[in-house]
């Protein structure tokens, strides 16, 4: 089972802390939400896995991490400026304003049919760099990760000596003023994206956007989605943006239905092509914006030693798309047969925000108390994550709190553990419940040989 409503993971993010609705004292900022003490863990965890998959597990990739704030011109030549629009109608009986495409011709609001045409509305935050309000001065907060990585193209090409194929991987914050935010955290207007540019020659960019895809659903299966939550989406050619060639969608069966979760483009020369000087010297496949501004050749020697500009392969997920994927996927109600409901996140281990609780028998038993903190120190030095001392309530609200939260492992010191030698701890499981003991002595081993 999985959560089918998104009701029961807004109300588990909240009561448990994951996520918060952001200014929620002050009524809340729409699309807009802060992850909370447990969100960060899970977050900073799903981070980490894509960063290990796409940087160190492979040869190939490099990393980047860029300024939010983006100079107007590489927002200008990547044809955000004139582009990055969703068609508007506003509702002229109560004045709402909606994405044209989203409602069906009648205001979800007062439900009138009385709409404008639909009209072009940029998505992009706007701000001033410096203290004078001037055109020049106009800077955006990016609208994605990727235009710096085509802007450092070259400083990275030279700084590392990479050959194609290679790629350039980066996570980080991007802002979308989105007329429509909706869903919780699936479309909101700051998120997170992760991103990765992929180079190569062309004539090998089928083959490598088929590898990219594969890859991609690999990634996310072993993040603990099932396939049959999941449905790749072909872009049909006539839908493509002009300078795509090919694009996939994978997308997952969210509590509000099938959606987008990551896009794999071939977005074959488009972006080099538009920042790069001296165009007019490479054969560019993609139409690309003039652009006299640019001072740099974003172009790579191939094996024959002819400079081109690659082309760029795009594996592009939002990383808080994924942690409602994985929530999704996670959240159980289990019913335990005699009328109690178990709720239990069935996180994979390597995304749970805690990874071992430690619980104390009895609270004000010095002498478990004095056991908790030493094993605590001792087991935050395996390199595991988090692991946390519980001193709150009694030990089957424990239980219940970290099977909710998604903890694997509940570590109980108890009076054996005080009493008798050798010395020795019990552990729980999340998903079977079974408890076994462990001497102390082993444990270290034990949870090295679970979690690592
Ligand atoms: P959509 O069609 O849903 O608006 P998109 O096609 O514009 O998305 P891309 O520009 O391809 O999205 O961005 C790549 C990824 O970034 C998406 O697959 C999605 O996971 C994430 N993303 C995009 N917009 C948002 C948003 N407003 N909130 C959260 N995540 C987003």
Redesign the pocket.
């Known amino acids: 089972m999985v959560a089918t409503t998104m009701e029961q993971l807004v109300s588990l993010c909240k009561r448990r802390g994951f996520i918060f609705q952001n200014a929620d004292i002050y009524g809340g900022m729409q699309g807009v939400y802060d992850y909370g003490p447990l969100g960060v863990e899970l977050k900073n965890n799903l981070k980490a896995a894509w960063w290990r998959a796409m940087v160190y597990e492979r040869d190939d990739v490099e990393g980047l991490d860029s300024a939010i704030l983006t100079n107007r011109k590489v927002l200008h030549y990547s044809g955000h400026e004139d582009t990055f629009s969703d068609p508007m109608v506003d509702c002229k009986k109560c004045k709402g304003r909606f994405r044209a495409d989203q409602i069906g011709g009648k205001c979800p609001v007062c439900g009138s049919t009385d709409l404008t045409e639909p009209r072009p509305f940029n998505l992009m935050f706007k701000t001033q760099v410096g203290p004078v309000e001037s055109d020049e001065n106009i800077a955006y907060l990016r609208p994605?990760t990727a235009q710096a990585i085509f802007t450092q193209f070259k400083n990275v090409v030279d700084s590392t000596s990479r050959k194609l194929p290679f790629g350039i991987a980066q996570i980080g914050k991007t802002f979308?003023n989105?007329i429509t935010?909706r869903n919780f955290?699936?479309?909101?207007?700051e998120?997170e994206?992760a991103?990765l540019e992929f180079f190569v020659n062309p004539g090998t960019d089928i083959d490598w956007h088929e590898k990219w895809k594969e890859t991609r659903i690999q990634w996310w299966l072993d993040q603990g989605l099932k396939m049959e939550h999941i449905n790749i989406y072909k872009t049909p050619d006539d839908d493509l943006a002009h300078y795509a060639k090919a694009c996939y969608?994978i997308e997952y069966q969210f509590p509000h239905g099938m959606?987008?979760?990551?896009?794999i483009?071939n977005r074959r020369d488009y972006d080099l092509g538009n920042h790069t000087k001296n165009q007019e010297e490479f054969t560019l496949e993609a139409h690309c914006h003039e652009n006299k501004e640019s001072t740099t050749k974003l172009c790579i020697q191939d094996d024959s030693g002819k400079w081109v500009i690659p082309f760029v392969i795009e594996p592009?997920?939002?990383i808080?798309?994924?942690v409602l994927a994985v929530m999704t996927e996670a959240y159980e109600e289990e019913d335990l047969g005699n009328g109690n409901i178990r709720t239990v996140l069935k996180l994979k281990k390597h995304l749970a925000p805690i990874k071992v609780a430690i619980i104390p028998l009895k609270k004000n038993n010095e002498q478990i108390m004095a056991k908790c903190h030493e094993l605590k120190k001792q087991l935050m030095k395996l390199g595991i994550g988090r692991v946390a001392l519980e001193n709150t309530g009694n030990i089957g609200k424990a239980y219940r709190r970290h099977d909710e939260v998604g903890t694997p492992l509940c570590l109980t010191v108890d009076f054996e553990t005080i009493e008798q030698q050798p010395e020795s701890v019990t552990i729980r499981d999340r998903d079977t419940m079974e408890q076994i003991r462990v001497n102390t002595a082993d444990l270290a081993d034990y949870l090295r040989n679970y979690f690592l």
């Open positions: 994605e979308r989105e935010p955290i699936f479309r909101v207007r998120f994206q991103e969608d959606e987008e979760l990551e896009g483009a592009s997920m939002g808080d798309r994924g």
